[in-house]
């Protein structure tokens, strides 16, 4: 029996030289990127086009007549007219690897004779290297295949371009997306019959560089070279070996007797082959010829460790499942999870390279055994009969013996449940991508998967964009993946933002230590919109210093940093309320507030809500500022319903299936910005509503200007000093630009400071020095007559004002010492001005009250008694008109003045029926007497035993001499306001 003809080895042999044999058998073609295209010997071909062979491959076709073959045997077979052993023999002759003779075949192409060809162009000549100008002009668009979708610069060692090479991705004719990689390099060749120098679309005949020269020249020489298979390759490598020097050639293994491989001599390499058989093939070429040029040292990576360690995602080495597919190169692990940090270890720890000959096998690595860990260093296991890969999660199927992938990659990260010490409503915390590549996390209560065989957790996923596989198993083998997963990691879960023990929750981070993992987890997006956008210095520069002297502003951003004060000092809700014409400049206030979170236009948010949207928004705000812009927009009908709930802290309790009371109702303690036009006595009028004084505690009123003329208000708005710029409006578009740049990096800074601030035994300190100063600010500025309400005011603006004192402490405003608690002071006098005094809101009302009755119905229900004060007379002239319902009479007092003028005053004697009943319906009768006793216009009897009753026994009218009970009431002293005394608010702050 005849010697078995090796077909694989003699193709193989033949690729690396398909340029000369398809040249050689169809003479009258091109190279064109890849392709030889030329005239099919076979056929009377007038040109060629039809006919190509692709010298990488050796895939020939004809497409005009379908003739098609996968290898250079069939090409030769092909065109000679010739059986495939025939073929074989002349084409190992051709190779010279055959000592038998010519067939008579090979001597005489037996083919049709083609059309007389057209002299061939000159072979193409490289200048190597590139003049340096030339790198400008090198391109990037390839005529077939359009631009490039990558390409890689091969550069010299002082950084010039030497050649480059082009990827595309395009689309095949049967729908299938490929890849094709083109080199150019510059010469003088001929294109479309004109010889021209420049960039060619070919690749150097030889001497190739290698990619990379330049970070090589960079490296010290002791440094190893870590040698891979292609550029992209080594493009993930370097990111693998942070300190290595990394490259390859181009062309692949076939290419290796091309490339100047010098540049490597003196040093150790190791060599990172693909995970495949070519891989192997290139180590045994490689070997001879690094040798030959001098290395040092030659080594190979040890491909076995990915197969048998995962890695974790702190860095450390996980043993368990771990694939490492075929082909895999170095970006293939970065895409797995590799980093320099795992590399680093291998290294340390010897198991990177493979032992050289004679080397003791290297010690294994130090692992987490049989655990995927995705957040910490604590194992977690995958349950029996199923296993995890990039691709996704795979579920051993009996019947096919074998694992079926039943979804992407779906990490468990850990066991979770409420951060409190009852350490309810546990869950599992996952995560994975969804179909558009974003990450997604997400929070399964564990009560889901026992009920409705854990329907609702698939809806959940499928929502939320897992991709499962379309079999009727796959749905079911994830859950018992979820169920069966065993982690020994646990996480806080914390659904609010705010103090949570010593640490602060936000969104997206949590400031300060904790006993435990924390996690601030929300199942919908969350409405707080933090962001960080410029410096603090940038802010301070842009933003904060146009403050001084700004006394609103300086309040609105010190209300801004309040907020995480309010529940740690035990203070109620604030809220404050700017109002004003428009135009005044009410919403820069909330803006420069809101600039201390994040951009103004996305953190500040609107009135115009449900109520059930409004505690959405105040609870996701929890212990920070929460910005309300244009009240104008909200119900008029259900406004004070909404100043209780903000200023109360939580929303409305609901019931559950079982009529329970839920305890899942939003909370909230924090500060909040308001503005409008109008007060929120104005707004609830307008409705027919009434305000409170509960209202009025929630929402601090205060006038949007502290100009007095229409002209300085006009110019100025909210405004003191514009800066040198023409008006407040100036100053606000300056504001609004500078905010739009600079924001969010304030209220971190500040937290931070305030953590420090609160450590071991320092917080209750704080918190007794903090109340100290809020209990000062109050007893500096109010009397002992001050109510209680006003007091209670008194503490908000304190904190507010001390807020930004500590802020301005902490090098975080840049103010000056004393401006902000100054601030806070003239805005507690212009509340305390608008409200009409220290009184309690209650009282002020029924004042009012009483004296629009008064007013109102002064002619109209009390008849006249001309008879003066001091006339014992109680006789009424009788043509008098008769009242149609009388409270009483008036008396008028005069008194003469010769100086001043004359003046009158009128004395009220009302029926003690009517007082009750009448002029004080609605209100408390005799505490309005009181309050009327106080302010001076009602005149109380005082008995024999020192005690006093607000009524008293006058002799009237067609009463005879009987003195009948009545209140008596001197319209002046009703009608009269108590001046408030001035104050001196120039305070003196430090710390």
């Not at 029996?1 to 073609?29: C, R, T, W």
């Not at 051709?94 to 005489?108: D, I, K, T």
């Not at 998967?449 to 939320?464: A, C, H, I, Q, Y």
Request: contains cysteine; aromatic residues 10%; charged residues 25%.
């Amino acid at each position: 029996m005849g010697k078995k003809l090796d077909f694989k080895k003699i193709n193989s042999l033949a690729l690396a030289q398909a340029e000369s044999i398809v040249s050689h058998y169809a003479p009258d073609g091109k190279l064109n990127g890849r392709e030889w295209v030329a005239r099919n010997p076979n056929r009377n071909d007038s040109k060629a086009g039809s006919f190509s062979i692709n010298v990488d491959t050796g895939v020939w076709c004809d497409f005009a007549t379908d003739d098609k073959g996968g290898d250079l045997v069939s090409y030769v077979a092909y065109v000679l007219r010739i059986s495939q052993g025939d073929a074989f023999k002349t084409l190992a002759h051709y190779l010279g690897v055959s000592a038998e003779p010519l067939q008579e075949f090979e001597q005489v192409n037996t083919a049709v004779p083609t059309i007389p060809k057209s002299p061939k162009e000159p072979a193409f000549k490289a200048i190597f290297p590139p003049p340096p100008e030339a790198a400008k002009s090198c391109p990037v668009n390839f005529p077939q295949f359009g631009k490039a979708s990558h390409y890689w610069d091969y550069k010299s060692a002082s950084g010039d371009l030497l050649m480059r090479v082009c990827r595309f991705d395009r689309t095949t004719s049967a729908g299938e997306r490929a890849k094709e990689y083109r080199p150019v390099v510059y010469g003088i060749g001929t294109a479309k019959g004109k010889e021209r120098t420049g960039w060619h679309w070919r690749q150097l005949p030889n001497n190739r560089p290698l990619y990379g020269l330049d970070y090589l020249a960079a490296a010290p020489v002791s440094a190893p070279v870590i040698l891979v298979e292609g550029e992209k390759a080594c493009d993930a490598a370097r990111g693998l070996f942070n300190t290595y020097p990394c490259t390859t050639w181009s062309g692949g293994s076939k290419a290796i007797g091309k490339t100047d491989f010098s540049p490597l001599a003196g040093r150790d390499v190791w060599l990172w082959p693909d995970n495949d058989l070519a891989g192997d093939k290139t180590i045994d070429a490689l070997r001879p010829v690094l040798n030959a040029i001098g290395v040092k040292s030659f080594r190979v990576v040890d491909l076995n460790v990915f197969s048998r360690l995962s890695p974790g995602e702190s860095g450390q080495l996980i043993n368990g499942p771990a694939t490492w597919p075929e082909k895999a190169d170095a970006f293939d692990a970065v895409v797995m999870g590799w980093n320099a940090q795992h590399f680093a270890t291998l290294e340390t720890q010897g198991a990177l390279l493979q032992p050289m000959e004679g080397d003791a096998p290297a010690p294994a690595p130090d692992i987490t055994p049989n655990a995927e860990s995705v957040t910490s260093d604590k194992p977690s296991t995958i349950p029996y009969g199923f296993k995890v890969d990039d691709s996704g999660v795979w579920a051993y199927d009996a019947k096919a013996e074998k694992h079926r992938r039943i979804c992407s990659r779906l990490h468990v990260v850990a066991y979770c449940r409420d951060a409190n010490d009852a350490g309810d409503n546990w869950g599992i915390l996952v995560r994975f991508k969804n179909r558009d590549g974003k990450e997604k996390q997400l929070n399964f209560p564990l009560e889901l998967f026992g009920s409705d065989g854990g329907t609702e957790v698939t809806k959940r996923l499928l929502s939320m964009g897992l991709e499962y596989d379309a079999h009727r198993e796959s749905k079911r083998k994830v859950l018992e993946y979820l169920q069966g997963h065993k982690t020994q990691e646990r996480i806080g879960l914390v659904h609010k933002t705010g103090w949570h023990k010593s640490a602060f929750v936000l969104p997206d981070r949590i400031i300060g230590t904790t006993d435990e993992q924390l996690l601030f987890y929300s199942e919908g997006a969350t409405l707080c919109k933090l962001s960080e956008r410029g410096t603090l210095v940038e802010w301070q520069e842009n933003v904060s210093r146009y403050c001084v002297d700004n006394p609103l502003a300086l309040f609105a951003v010190s209300a801004a940093f309040s907020a995480p004060l309010v529940d740690l000092l035990g203070v109620e809700t604030m809220g404050f309320h700017f109002y004003g014409d428009s135009s005044w400049g009410k919403s820069t206030l909330l803006n420069i507030a809101c600039s201390v979170f994040g951009k103004p236009d996305d953190y500040k948010k609107a009135w115009r809500s449900t109520d059930n949207g409004m505690e959405s928004l105040a609870a996701s705000h929890s212990e920070m500022l929460l910005a309300l812009d244009e009240i104008n927009q909200f119900d008029p009908r259900k406004l004070g319903d909404a100043v209780y709930m903000l200023g109360n802290g939580s929303g409305k309790t609901r019931a559950n299936d079982r009529g329970g009371a839920r305890d899942d109702s939003h909370r909230w303690r924090f500060t909040f910005l308001s503005n409008g036009e109008k007060t929120l006595e104005q707004y609830m009028g307008e409705a027919g509503k009434t305000q409170t004084a509960g209202m009025e505690m929630r929402f601090l009123e205060i006038r949007a200007t502290l100009h007095d003329s229409e002209a300085d208000i006009k110019r100025m708005g909210v405004f003191n000093n514009a800066y040198g710029l023409m008006g407040g409006a100036v100053l606000t578009e300056l504001l609004k630009g500078a905010m739009g740049q600079y924001h969010g990096s304030a209220f971190p800074s500040f937290l931070n400071a305030l953590v420090r601030e609160l450590e071991g035994d320092k917080r209750g300190k704080f918190i007794a020095s903090m109340l100290s100063r809020l209990e000062k600010f109050g007893k500096e500025r109010l009397t002992d007559n001050a109510s209680g309400q006003v007091h209670r005011a008194a503490i908000k603006f304190a904190l507010v004002g001390w807020a930004g004192e500590l802020a301005t402490h902490w090098k975080i405003t840049g103010w000056q010492q004393g401006q902000a608690i100054s601030a806070a002071a003239i805005c507690f006098s212009t509340w305390r001005r608008a409200r009409g005094g220290d009184g309690n809101f209650e009282e002020r009302q029924m004042l009012e009250h009483i004296r629009q009755q008064f007013t109102k119905y002064g002619e109209s229900r009390f008849k006249r008694w001309d008879d003066p004060e001091e006339s014992k007379n109680a006789v009424i002239d009788s043509h008098v008109a008769i009242t149609a319902e009388c409270w009483g009479f008036r008396r008028e007092s005069r008194t003469k003045d010769y100086l001043e003028g004359d003046s009158s005053d009128v004395i009220f004697y009302v029926f003690k029926d009517a007082f009750k009943s009448d002029i004080c319906k609605g209100y408390d009768h005799n505490r309005i007497a009181k309050i009327l006793r106080t302010l001076g216009a009602l005149q109380p009897t005082i008995e024999g035993n020192g005690k006093e009753r607000m009524d008293r026994k006058e002799k009237l009218p067609k009463m005879g001499n009987k003195r009948v009970w009545c209140y008596k009431i001197t319209l002046s002293a009703l009608m009269a306001e108590k001046e408030e005394p001035e104050n001196n608010y120039q305070d003196a702050a430090g710390f």
